[in-house]
């Protein structure tokens, strides 16, 4: 009779350790929510333009083809993988203690701000608003990942750092075009050489935090017995 009531009870148990565990996740979710809605309150109080302006895709706000941005979207697609895998892979690494996390805590928040950036247009025109020139931004923007990338010089080196090193040189390529190359190729060509270089040096940029953080991960499960 024991092993029957310990049989029932032992679900029952469970479930309700499960259906506590979710209750911080509904209160964050629905705190996310509060905040995202308070946004949306302060660019109406701010601007001439109602809430569905905010909240409607793009294409239908302003009767355009479902196609409109789309490498635009396929770039924040791309980084954004690629941040979510390093912030994740940087919570499993944290349990094993074999392996530092910092880098890939900083490259997953780095890569994260890109798409930001990208989706708001902090540098092209956020900063300017503010006062700060997009050259002054590109600046602390190359300073911040060179400063990355030398402090971790020996890691990423020891991880497929070729292909670190295009992504680099092709997001480069992608603001000097941008800022330099207005007047000799005019404004259609500079937006298809830019735009292909910037979706070029995303991928490559995806590709090498993508496969560096699933080496890390199963170098540490290898070399760590019993870790689920």
Known sequence: MSTGAQTVEAPTAERTRSFGGIVPIVAL???FCVLAYAAIGILMALTDHGFRYFTRDVAA???ANAAVGMLTYVGVLVVWTASIVCLLAAVHLSRTGVASV??????????????VDDLFQFHELVFPELGI??????????????????RY???????E???????????AASVTVDQLAD?????VPRNFVEDWFKLFGYSLL???????ALRLLADAYSSTPGIE
């Open 29 to 31: 979710a629905a705190g």
């Open 61 to 63: 706000t302003f009767e």
């Open 102 to 115: 910092t880098p890939l805590v900083l490259a997953g928040m780095g890569i994260a701000y890109l798409v």
């Open 133 to 150: 020139p997009q050259k002054v931004v590109f600046a602390v923007y190359g300073a911040l990942a060179l400063g990355y990338v030398w």
């Open 153 to 159: 010089r020996t890691f990423l080196r020891a991880h």
């Open 161 to 171: 750092w070729p292909l670190l090193a295009l992504g680099a040189v092709a997001l």
């Open 183 to 187: 007047v000799v190729l005019g404004e």
């Open 206 to 212: 995806a590709a090498y935090f993508v496969r560096l």
